[in-house]
């Protein structure tokens, strides 16, 4: 084997020299960033980009080009098909389940889709399908058959803005449904978050949180996410309390609006005077 290497590299020591070399000189070019260098480096791939397209069309000449794109065409086609059925497929499962919740919930709903999003870090907005015309008002709450995900903030005629759960400017009281500890939830551009909940308090990560009884704009008890985390502040005496929302705000694509009954309403305007008086 050795003796075949040797007399291999004997007979041709010159022409590995110069694979070597020309190999070493394309390197060369390729990293050298002098402007004439650049000049001769394009034009050299014009030449061979050239020289491709022309043994390219040759072979192309013995084949059914028509064909070959039909195919390409027909195939795109399919594809987009098939991703827009599975795309129903998901919808579909949605919508059976609002219908469902609406069909047993006590309250009335108002069913709408989705039709634009407006969604930054600090701020996520969703504008759906129905607005004044549907008796749509502002500061009606937006659910799913999941929970809450945000309020009615501007309602043209046949459009409404929502703001969702993940605003910063979006506040809402919330209660531990297990231990019934009150708290102001509120979006920080990240998560969900109760903030400055004392550390005496019981609140355990897995608790269930939902609307509590001191909101003024949203009616309690609907459910609102889970908690997923409990960190203590610097001090040791408070905590921030993190909320995984029950409703996945960034997936979902139609919504319930759920009207005010006029308890409600009553409730809300008492709430309020009370809140003057004082």
Do not use: C
Request: no cysteine.
């Amino acid at each position: 084997m050795s003796k075949f290497v040797r007399t291999f590299l004997n007979s041709f020591k010159e022409y590995i020299v110069l694979i070597l070399l020309l190999i070493l000189s394309l390197l060369i070019i390729t990293l050298n960033e002098n402007h004439k260098v650049k000049n001769v480096r394009l034009f050299s791939l014009g030449i061979f980009a050239s020289f491709n397209k022309i043994i390219l069309d040759f072979g192309n000449y013995f084949e059914d080009t028509e064909y070959v794109e039909s195919l390409l065409k027909n195939n795109a086609q399919l594809m987009l098909q098939v991703n827009e059925l599975r795309d129903y497929a998901y919808e579909f499962d949605e919508i059976k389940n609002q219908i469902e919740y609406k069909d047993k919930s006590n309250f009335e709903l108002i069913s709408a889709q989705i039709v634009s999003r407006l969604v930054s870090k600090i701020s996520g907005y969703f504008i759906i399908s129905k607005g004044s015309a549907d008796s749509i008002e502002i500061g009606l709450p937006v659910i799913t058959d999941k929970g809450l995900v945000g309020i009615i903030t501007d309602v043209s005629q046949n459009y409404s803005t929502v703001r969702t759960l993940e605003n910063s400017l979006f506040k809402v009281a919330v209660r531990d449904q297990r231990s019934n500890v009150d708290g102001i939830l509120n979006w920080d551009g990240k998560d969900l978050l109760i903030k400055n909940v004392p550390t005496t308090e019981d609140i355990d990560v897995g608790d269930r949180v939902i609307i509590s009884e001191l909101s003024t704009i949203i009616p309690p008890a609907i459910p609102v996410g889970i908690i997923s985390s409990k960190e203590s502040t610097i001090s040791g005496i408070l905590s921030n309390i993190k909320v995984k929302p029950f409703a996945d705000i960034s997936k979902i694509k139609n919504v319930l609006i759920l009207k005010k009954s006029e308890d409600l309403q009553l409730d809300s305007l008492i709430t309020k005077t009370i809140g003057v008086l004082k």
